[in-house]
């Protein structure tokens, strides 16, 4: 009986971190770019494990998730289900993960603004863009820095 006890006391301590426990990120990108790597590596200080793939043209990743040209990065990221394109932070992410919204397809952080995860300095202030929602249907603003 005690160790009956002690099998149901382990089950119920793994499934305890498996509801805290983060998506797997799949990260698509060039093996030269190094602010990819920044933003890796802040995804996994926030607990997300960031399997990389480099690779010169992942495009067709991009389509599969009916990511318009425009919101194109340096990098594109697959978690749960979602696109993610570009230097988001990880505040947003996790947001899209809690809430699940069935109308967006991922979030992108066009071009490769200056002040945002991976491409600020350590320290500094997420700034001076913008987080965009998208879907087959269209755009939206989901968050202003």
Known sequence: MKLTNQILALTLTMASFSVFAKANIELYKSPTCGCCK????????KGYTVNIHHQNNWSDIKKEFAMPMQLQSC???VIDG???EGHVPE???ARLLKERPTNISGLAA????????GMARVGEEYKNFKVISFSKDGLGLYKEY
């Open 38 to 45: 920044e933003w890796a590596a802040i995804m996994k200080e």
């Open 75 to 77: 990098h594109s990221a």
């Open 82 to 84: 979602y696109l993610i």
């Open 91 to 93: 505040e947003d992410i």
């Open 110 to 117: 066009p071009g490769m603004p200056k002040y945002s995860p």
